[in-house]
């Protein structure tokens, strides 16, 4: 493989606050650091497959050895680097959370509730014993339902895990983004998406042939076998029918289309013979004046097929999915049934988890910003914080570089991106503030009880925001989360600790990596402040047009040029990658990675960078977005990634990304008879 050494751009300097400084790479020894986690300066340089050109296929060259010697555990739908942190941060919450649980704690205590959902979730044995009797009074108030409008107050009730075609719940407000109102929008549906009802190639036929049997199995499991075929069958219809009502997915994310206030009186007239007051009254949100309406012409349809079908009919779904929903806290054959189907079948998961890694999770979906405080303390060191910060502040820098150096965008609109640049506002880490559990009741002993108070918590808790001001430092994410995430009525980025380690973010790594791994990381977030959705938000997180027709013009153009690439994508015969659906995704790793190599360039001070085991700054960059991405799907997970998720598989967030650059063309001598190669006029360059 050729190699290249290219000078910097910039003469600006930026302090480098991880990683080796810049010099030049004919002879001076690399600064003294500490070990790399990773190989010598940072990446996996062994998980390579040499015999690929990296034109060919960028993301098998960087990472092919390593894919063919891992195998997928079995109790994973998938595996690589999201999925091996978040495997250590479950980890290494354990042997917290075990401490706490074998503790206990003072009555009322985080530890003592922490003890009590754990320890509880652990106790199959117990669990098992009390079968359906804990449950018993959700099921019976189900089965006492006579009308149309008890059932849809019991699919509002926050309490039941229930299910129902038209949901209603607290949200940030776009258009007046200091407070929070209740959003509706559709749901209902027990697959994963309308496309699973309405497919009638490959699997799907056999997937819903599955599901129809996995909901007469769990009416046989909880005593009802007669005539358990028929109701999955309604069931299933009954399902399908909703889906058939419910908005292509892509149309979802338009938020423009899914912006629809509305008064009490307003949602009313949607269909007169919907019981709104009654439902809204369930949940808890009886004094709300207004809503927002997501999928506005989808509301008359799901409101009038609830009153047309017949309440039995509502009844056995709603059994049927109280059930599913809280299958983990029910008896081992209840809980065996549902992964069989949803794990293994749905998502081809061979082994379900161990017990212990599902209770992490129970513990964390009622309280996890308590556990998160003392996760914090034992694995965060401060110094990390402050590094982050500073990246981020290089992030800023080399987007208003981009962005004043746009040739699309007009001057006016500049003025007020640039705006929205510095109102972003970074949380790194953990939150500021602790969320206050003192609301929250637990029990030992009662893992069904302890999910239920929990979500009820939960439920309560988003009910208190309506009463309050947006809070920029209330986390949606708690600090042991694997993720990263930009919220576009607040104008923040967020990056728990857990993210922030090896090989996304390692102080003794080379800077390169640094940049190309966790900078691009941050410039994708940033990003998404730009995307095709986030860029109708201002700098204080208003939904409004503050573009001219010409820049909207200019930079749709750019959109759809990109979603049409990502349209080409087939991971699987017959499954191919949604541009329109990844387009937020998409430009984020477009536009990340080239601001993370501004970035990057900037921060070499006119420089050459060192070559280090025969690899340039660039392709050593390179190399650790690649890695970044590292990631092995089963068949089943990709194709439901595929058909529901915003992002685009990992593949296509390397290649789709490095494709669209030239300095990667520069780097890796990339041709015009290489397979990834784009014609300059064919690449997208947004920011």
């Known amino acids: 493989m050729m190699t290249f050494t290219r000078r910097a751009m910039g003469a600006s300097s930026i302090a480098l606050m991880a990683g080796c400084a810049a010099q030049t790479s004919s002879g001076g020894a690399a600064p003294t650091r500490g070990a790399a986690a990773i190989g010598s300066f940072g990446i996996d340089l062994s998980g390579r497959d040499m015999s690929v050109d990296p034109g060919n296929d960028f993301f098998r060259y960087a990472n092919g050895a390593w894919l063919d010697r891992t195998e997928i555990p079995a109790d994973r739908t998938s595996w690589g680097t999201f999925a091996i942190l978040r495997d250590k941060s479950d980890r290494d919450q354990r042997v917290i959370i075990e401490e706490v649980a074998l503790a206990g704690g003072a009555p009322g205590s985080n530890q003592k509730k922490i003890a009590d959902i754990y320890n509880s979730y652990l106790n199959q044995e117990a669990i098992d014993a009390a079968g359906l009797a804990p449950i018993q009074a959700d099921l019976d108030a189900i089965a006492a339902a006579r009308t149309h409008e008890q059932i849809v107050r019991l699919m509002a009730r926050p309490d039941l895990a229930a299910n129902g075609p038209i949901r209603a719940f607290p949200a940030i407000d776009p258009r007046r983004p200091q407070q929070f109102t209740v959003a509706v929008t559709h749901a209902g549906l027990g697959l994963p998406e309308?496309?699973?009802?309405?497919?009638?190639?490959?699997?799907?036929?056999?997937?819903?042939?599955?599901?129809?049997?996995?909901?007469?199995?769990?009416?046989?499991?909880?005593?009802?076998?007669?005539?358990?075929?028929?109701?999955?069958?309604?069931?299933?219809?009954?399902?399908?029918?909703?889906?058939?009502?419910?908005?292509?997915?892509?149309?979802?994310?338009?938020?423009?289309?899914?912006?629809?206030?509305?008064?009490?009186?307003?949602?009313?007239?949607?269909?007169?013979?919907?019981?709104?007051?009654?439902?809204?009254?369930?949940?808890?949100?009886?004094?709300?004046?207004?809503?927002?309406?997501?999928?506005?012409?989808?509301?008359?349809?799901?409101?009038?097929?609830?009153?047309?079908?017949?309440?039995?009919?509502?009844?056995?779904?709603?059994?049927?999915?109280?059930?599913?929903?809280?299958?983990?806290?029910?008896?081992?054959?209840?809980?065996?049934?549902?992964?069989?189907?949803?794990?293994?079948?749905?998502?081809?998961?061979?082994?379900?988890?161990?017990?212990?890694?599902?209770?992490?999770?129970?513990?964390?979906?009622?309280?996890?910003?308590?556990?998160?405080?003392?996760?914090?303390?034992?694995?965060?060191?401060?110094?990390?914080?402050?590094?982050?910060?500073?990246?981020?502040?290089?992030?800023?820098?080399?987007?208003?570089?981009?962005?004043?150096?746009?040739?699309?965008?007009?001057?006016?609109?500049k003025v007020v991106a640039r705006e929205k640049l510095a109102a972003f506002f970074p949380r790194i880490g953990y939150p500021d503030r602790w969320r206050d559990y003192s609301a929250l009741e637990t029990a030992p002993g009662e893992a069904y009880r302890n999910a239920k108070r929990a979500q009820l918590y939960q439920w309560n808790f988003g009910l208190g925001r309506l009463r309050r001001p947006v809070d920029r430092g209330e986390w949606n994410m708690t600090p042991q989360t694997v993720n990263a995430s930009y919220n576009a009525q607040m104008n923040v980025i967020t990056f728990p600790a857990a993210i922030l380690q090896p090989p996304f973010f390692d102080p003794n790594a080379d800077a390169a990596v640094n940049y190309g791994a966790i900078v691009g990381v941050i410039g994708h977030e940033?990003?998404?402040?730009?995307?095709?959705?986030?860029?109708?938000?201002?700098?204080?997180?208003?939904?409004?047009?503050?573009?001219?027709?010409?820049?909207?013009?200019?930079?749709?153009?750019?959109?759809?040029?990109?979603?049409?690439?990502?349209?080409?994508?087939?991971?699987?015969?017959?499954?191919?990658?949604?541009?329109?659906?990844?387009?937020?995704?998409?430009?984020?790793?477009?536009?990340?990675?080239?601001?993370?190599?501004?970035?990057?360039?900037?921060?070499?001070?006119?420089?050459?960078?060192?070559?280090?085991?025969?690899?340039?700054?660039?392709?050593?960059?390179?190399?650790?977005?690649?890695?970044?991405?590292?990631?092995?799907?089963?068949?089943?997970?990709?194709?439901?990634?595929?058909?529901?998720?915003?992002?685009?598989?990992?593949?296509?967030?390397?290649?789709?990304?490095?494709?669209?650059?030239?300095?990667?063309?520069?780097?890796?001598?990339?041709?015009?008879?290489?397979?990834?190669?784009?014609?300059?006029?064919?690449r997208v360059l947004i920011w």
């Open 194 to 413: 309308r496309e699973y009802y309405r497919r009638t190639d490959g699997e799907f036929p056999n997937l819903r042939a599955g599901y129809a049997a996995h909901i007469e199995r769990i009416f046989g499991l909880i005593g009802q076998p007669n005539g358990a075929a028929a109701k999955a069958q309604a069931i299933l219809g009954l399902e399908t029918q909703i889906a058939e009502r419910h908005w292509p997915i892509a149309d979802r994310r338009e938020r423009n289309r899914i912006y629809n206030l509305k008064s009490r009186a307003d949602l009313r007239a949607i269909a007169p013979s919907f019981p709104w007051d009654a439902g809204l009254d369930a949940a808890g949100l009886g004094d709300v004046s207004e809503v927002i309406v997501r999928e506005e012409s989808a509301m008359r349809p799901l409101a009038e097929l609830v009153m047309a079908t017949p309440v039995a009919t509502w009844r056995d779904y709603l059994t049927f999915h109280v059930i599913n929903g809280n299958a983990e806290v029910l008896p081992r054959a209840i809980d065996d049934a549902t992964f069989a189907f949803f794990g293994r079948t749905l998502n081809g998961q061979p082994q379900q988890r161990e017990r212990w890694k599902r209770g992490i999770d129970a513990v964390n979906n009622a309280m996890g910003e308590a556990v998160g405080e003392l996760y914090v303390a034992r694995h965060f060191p401060p110094e990390a914080k402050a590094q982050m910060l500073a990246l981020v502040e290089n992030l800023r820098r080399a987007y208003g570089e981009r962005i004043d150096s746009l040739s699309w965008m007009s001057p006016g609109t």
């Open 526 to 682: 940033m990003g998404h402040g730009f995307d095709d959705q986030g860029a109708k938000s201002d700098a204080q997180g208003v939904l409004r047009d503050w573009w001219t027709p010409s820049d909207v013009s200019a930079f749709s153009g750019l959109v759809a040029k990109l979603a049409a690439q990502y349209d080409q994508y087939e991971p699987l015969p017959g499954i191919r990658v949604n541009g329109r659906l990844t387009s937020g995704e998409n430009i984020g790793d477009n536009g990340g990675l080239q601001v993370a190599l501004h970035a990057y360039r900037i921060s070499l001070n006119g420089q050459e960078a060192p070559v280090l085991e025969g690899l340039t700054g660039d392709q050593r960059f390179f190399l650790g977005w690649a890695q970044a991405w590292r990631n092995k799907y089963r068949d089943a997970a990709l194709r439901n990634q595929v058909l529901t998720d915003p992002h685009s598989p990992s593949q296509y967030r390397c290649n789709g990304t490095v494709r669209n650059m030239e300095a990667w063309y520069q780097a890796f001598d990339v041709g015009a008879d290489n397979a990834l190669y784009l014609a300059p006029a064919d």
